[in-house]
């Protein structure tokens, strides 16, 4: 055992190129200079002589078991594949399929004649499961365990400068007691972090902790040795421009000593300052032993909000609003392990650049240059211990502390990682017991005395951050905790009323969110998992995430009790299509810019913030006066924006035609004062007196006219669509409608249906829709007339197809399904498009071609949302097309001369077979049902 594990032991206790940079790699044998992750695997923690081992290995599968008895170690067996370390088995970068549960890696090293002297050890990041390690047949060493790295020491049997024999055997049979956690999303096989050689001093650490201490201007240091010291040791530390010695006396493995930090530069998420330290440890015989590490100076604590008693987990003494995401941390071709570097820092930059403050790393012990990323560029972390899924006997609860102990003593000096989570919405913690002759599964008061021991170890093991029990879900509770977390998933319409529920059951006393036995205490309130997801019947599956997500946090911010929300996710994964972005990194679209002119998903994360509250859409009446609350949230010191703002406000929309028009602008002042969370007067607000959808744009600005803020909140002016209406030029014009589900005749290649009682109508593959227009009279006079309709392609879903929900897919352990299959699915917009070409034909004769370039659902199908009945199930929610606007040909009114009628054709042609979604006046993006406007002269 580590001197570290020692001395704190108590019993009881967007990138997507670099993919394909790494698959030519794979594909066509680069050089050593190609490997992947080449880079130092641990910037806290390196030797200046090291050799990076991934890239190609010999490779086989051992699916009867008899890599030992046949001694597989000694060369005996050619082994016939090559995997790509260190990408699991079964995933696609790793070369190789899943084929079994056991299987051997082998390669040459040669280890170099300037090592002599030293002492080398073979390191691999991260292996699982139990993975053993041989040398020229000879066995190193055995570990278990699937997160954390471990070493071998080769010396005794180096021959320097000669090709020697590494093999590998891991053993990663399903056992209930691991750490698997969502390992169903692409399962870690085997070596799945880089794997090296390093030489080390003859003494040499095994930790080296920084403990930063802001408010007395110095950092606690601690040295760890892997035992205790046979002679004194000296170690020499350079941290923050001064050099200073201490001993180890001989006996002892560890020392713990204080370095003053003068003129102290804060780590913040602004401005991430990393104190750079090199550490020289020996006995003034042997090989020193030599490393560079970094910390953070700062602080990690709680404190109230300004002006209140609501506590707030505070940075550097200044509290916080955390706003972060859930991050699964998986990659779709390297699963567990991402292909490059560069990937891992893009992933921080993802987070940070949609105004994110932190995330969730999600039941994984993540890669440790991923949290390097996250350092570097100031993105706070939530660390998860990943879970079993059996029940927690002796096993488990051994693997859990051992995995606990490794993951902090690894990850210490990351001063991104703010807290440490023991266990998540108690998987694994329930036990089958017997009542009333059935089976049931229950959280025992004996396991909760261990989840609240688990939590204590931790606080021991680094006191420097908060810990939590349990981030609790499903009416699981939290014993002992530093944080009062909860989990929540709820339409956009249901967040108000939870809210005002956890506002006032949240005090100290307090038994909600608690087992029994345990009470509430002063933590900081705060979400750590919510979003939409699974606030639908049967989840959402693939759906535009932008509306629920904008009422929810709309009413985040009228409760600043609630210090901060996490919202799932980052990125999709195999089963869970509710990402920022999709599982492959590429980009999805809120359409927010369109919506607020400089507005976007940012003003949604904005510490300036305004807003309408929950409601973000409201029928009203023609010409309605109505009050509109204002909430303002400002969480945020600044004090350069003096004591007044400007709110700009202004109201457009569309028409019963589909045209952009503005109806009113205007503005008010204000009041700012720092960290002020306050409900401000009223807006009076007179509606346009048509038939519109209407659009309250609202930018808050400073002196200097500098936006700060947008949002917005719209309104459907409910009324029949004009039959006539005068033209800006003084013309007088004929307006005949027809609702998207009244078509006179349609016939469809793969399907037609209608949603929602026809408010939208589809065609899947090719086919066409015919609406028939009477006209009231006969168009003669007439000059010209234009057939305007809201339409989008209509791609054939799963969920069109077969019905059936999948209730029997184990989502948490990664059952896959289609993203469309879902009954609530309507895939957002992205960079994928489902294009689609409409002829449309006027009593036979061609008018014209409409090329639709997809089949979109974000937040500009506002009426589409607006409509949804308030149940948890969802009919294309957000879905909307494109305004198009085509001439009808003179030919075409001379037939209707005759006829008294204009026969429109929608036809998508069998060359290219898009589908065609035709949407009516309370669906889509536009008050708009398929009409015809006849221009008189």
């Known amino acids: 055992m580590s001197s570290y594990l020692q001395h704190h032991s108590k019993p009881n206790f967007r990138v997507w190129i670099n993919t394909l940079f790494i698959c030519c790699c794979v594909s066509f044998g680069l050089s050593a200079q190609s490997i992947p992750l080449p880079e130092h695997p641990r910037p806290d923690f390196e030797r200046p002589d090291w050799i990076n081992l991934n890239g190609s290995w010999a490779f086989e599968f051992d699916k009867n078991d008899q890599g030992l008895a046949q ?25 190789v399929g899943d084929e079994a549960d056991i299987a051997w890696y082998q390669r040459e090293i040669k280890v170099p004649a300037a090592w002599k002297g030293k002492r080398t050890f073979l390191t691999i990041g991260a292996s699982d499961w139990e993975t053993t390690v041989y040398l020229d047949g000879k066995e190193l060493g055995k570990h278990q365990g699937g997160y954390t790295p471990f070493s071998f020491e080769l010396t005794p049997l ?51 902790h920084f403990a930063p201490d802001i408010d007395n201007k110095k950092v606690a240091v601690t040295a760890y040795l892997p035992a205790a010291a046979s002679s004194e040791l000296q170690l020499e530390l350079k941290l923050a421009g001064k050099t200073t010695s201490h001993k180890i006396v001989a006996g002892s493995s560890s020392v713990t000593f204080d370095v003053a930090i003068e003129n102290q530069h804060l780590w913040t998420l602004e401005d991430p300052y990393l104190y750079e330290v090199e550490a020289k440890l020996g006995d003034g015989k042997g090989a020193a032993d030599v490393l560079k590490s970094y910390f953070g100076q700062r602080k990690i604590s709680v404190v109230d909000l300004p002006g209140t008693d609501y506590p707030y987990i505070a940075l550097n003494n200044e509290p916080v609003y955390l706003q972060l995401a859930l991050d699964q941390s998986y990659h779709p071709e390297g699963f567990y392990t991402f292909p490059s570097d560069e990937f891992m820092k893009e992933e921080i930059l993802l ?38 899924w059996g029940e927690p006997d002796a096993n488990a609860q051994k693997e859990s502390e051992y995995t606990l102990r490794e993951m ?26 017997e009542e009333n002759g059935k089976q049931q599964s229950k959280y025992l008061p004996e396991t909760q005395k261990w989840v609240a021991s ?246 808050l600005q400073d002196a200097l006219g500098n936006d700060l803020h947008h949002n ?35 016939k469809w290649s793969k399907k037609q249906w209608n949603v929602l009682d026809g408010l939208k109508v589809n065609g899947a593959g090719s086919g066409f829709f015919e609406y028939t227009f009477k006209m009231a009279e006969k168009p003669t006079g007439t000059e010209a007339a234009t057939f305007i309709a809201e339409l989008g392609a209509k791609q054939l879903l799963v969920k069109d197809i077969d019905k059936s929900t999948n209730v029997n897919v184990d989502y948490m352990l990664g059952g896959k399904v289609d993203p469309s299959l879902n009954p609530n699915a309507y895939p957002m917009t992205d960079e994928y498009l489902s294009p689609s070409t409409v002829n449309v034909t006027v009593n036979g004769v061609f008018a014209g071609r409409v090329d639709l370039s997809d089949d979109p659902a974000d937040h500009r199908g506002v009426l589409s949302w607006h409509y949804q009945p308030k149940v948890r199930k969802l009919q294309e929610a957000g879905s909307y097309g494109y305004r198009v606007a085509v001439n009808i040909p003179p030919q075409a009114l001379n037939i209707a001369k005759v006829s008294g009628e204009l026969v429109v054709r929608l036809e998508v042609p069998e060359a290219m077979p898009g589908g065609l979604a035709v949407y009516g006046d309370k669906f889509g993006r536009y008050p708009l049902n398929p009409t015809v406007v006849v221009v008189k002269e």
């Open 71 to 95: 001694k597989w170690m000694n060369g005996a067996r050619k082994f016939s594949k090559t995997i790509n370390v260190p990408f699991p088995w079964g995933a696609p970068l790793s070369g």
């Open 712 to 746: 917005v909140m719209s309104f459907v002016v409910e009324t029949p669509a004009p039959k006539a209406m005068t033209l800006p030029n003084g013309k007088s014009a004929q307006v005949l409608t027809v609702a998207p589900k009244d078509f006179s005749a349609a």
């Open 158 to 208: 180096l021959k320097y400068d000669s090709p020697q024999r590494i093999s590998i055997r891991v053993d990663d049979k399903r056992r209930q007691f691991t750490l698997y956690g969502k390992q169903g999303y692409g399962n870690a096989r085997g070596i799945w972090q880089t794997i090296y050689l390093e030489a080390r001093g003859q003494n040499h650490l095994d930790a080296l």
């Open 408 to 433: 902090l003593k690894r990850d210490f000096n990351h001063p991104a990682i703010f807290s440490w989570i023991t266990f998540n919405e108690t998987w694994g913690l329930t036990t089958k017991v």
């Open 351 to 388: 987070a940070r650049g949609i105004g994110l403050n932190g995330i969730r790393t999600h039941i994984k012990v993540d890669i440790p240059r991923k949290l390097y990323w996250a350092d570097k560029l100031g993105v706070l972390v939530m660390a998860d211990l990943p879970n079993f």
């Open 454 to 699: 688990v939590y204590r170890l931790a606080k021991q093991l680094d006191p420097t951050r908060l810990v939590e029990d349990n981030s609790i879900c499903c009416g699981r509770g939290h014993t002992e905790t530093d944080i009062n977390s909860w989990h929540e998933y709820l339409p956009g319409w249901a967040w108000e009323e939870h809210l005002k529920n956890i506002d006032a059951n949240t005090y100290p006393g307090s038994k909600h969110h608690f087992e029994a036995g345990y009470v509430q205490g002063r933590q900081p309130n705060i979400n750590s998992e919510c979003g939409n997801v699974w606030g639908y019947d049967g989840s959402t599956g693939d759906v535009d995430w932008s509306w629920d997500y904008h009422r929810m946090m709309n009413t985040f911010r009228k409760y600043p009790k609630i210090a901060g929300w996490l919202y799932t996710e980052h990125h999709d994964v195999i089963n869970e299509w509710n990402g920022y972005w999709k599982f492959d990194r590429t980009n999805k679209y809120t359409g927010l810019e369109e919506m607020v002119e400089g507005m976007s998903l940012n003003d949604l994360h904005s510490m300036i913030y305004i807003s309408t509250g929950n409601e973000i859409s409201k029928t009203v009446q023609p010409g309605e006066s109505v009050k509109i609350p204002l909430y303002a949230s400002f969480y945020t010191n600044r004090k350069d924006l003096g004591k007044t703002l400007t709110l700009q406000i202004k109201l457009y929309g569309y028409d019963a035609l589909g045209q952009k028009k503005t109806w009113m602008t205007t503005q008010r002042s204000v009041p700012y004062t720092p960290w002020m969370q306050k409900q401000l007067d009223s807006l009076d607000l007179q509606l346009p007196n048509e038939k519109c959808i209407a659009h309250l744009s609202l930018t």
